[in-house]
């Protein structure tokens, strides 16, 4: 196809990464949502949870590279964790950042929610087979090494 030529619309969609990556993922995040619901918190949620969780306190710049999320978003995504008292803010080692850790009940909510989580991926990991399962993640991972290359 050249350059200069009209693309029609209709055959966007099918072919495009960023359609078919989004629309899987929300695919995907509405099941875990449903599955999640029992805990009172949402698939977006639980992973910013299990983020906190994986070390003692994370500063807003390291979630957010983690995360591969800009730092408006992710602030705004954590505002409702911080008013549910999921998480609160901590002193940084460097106190120009904004440093974030688990409260308590952000423990008990990621304990009540881990067992959802598992069972939510064990339906969908053998629903696609292991080994599509783990040939689906390592694409996904090498894509978002790909893409933050380009």
Not at 13 to 34: E, G, M
């Amino acid at each position: 196809m050249e350059a200069n030529e009209p693309i029609n619309p209709k055959l966007i969609n099918p072919k495009c990464s960023c359609f078919n990556l989004r629309k899987a993922t929300r695919a995907v995040t509405q099941f875990y949502d449903h599955q999640l619901e029992p805990a009172g918190i949402r698939a977006t949620q639980f992973t910013l949870l299990v983020s906190l969780a994986s070390v003692s306190a994370r500063t807003l710049t390291e979630m957010a590279h983690t995360l591969v999320m800009d730092r408006t978003t992710l602030t705004r995504n954590l505002k409702p964790l911080e008013k549910l008292g999921l998480i609160h803010t901590i002193e940084p080692r460097d106190k120009r950042s904004k440093a974030y850790s688990l409260t308590e009940q952000g423990r008990a909510t990621l304990d009540k929610g881990i067992p959802l989580w598992h069972q939510a991926q064990k339906r969908i990991q053998s629903a696609l087979t292991d080994e599509r399962f783990e040939r689906i993640l390592k694409d996904m991972n090498d894509i978002t090494k790909i893409i933050s290359e380009l």
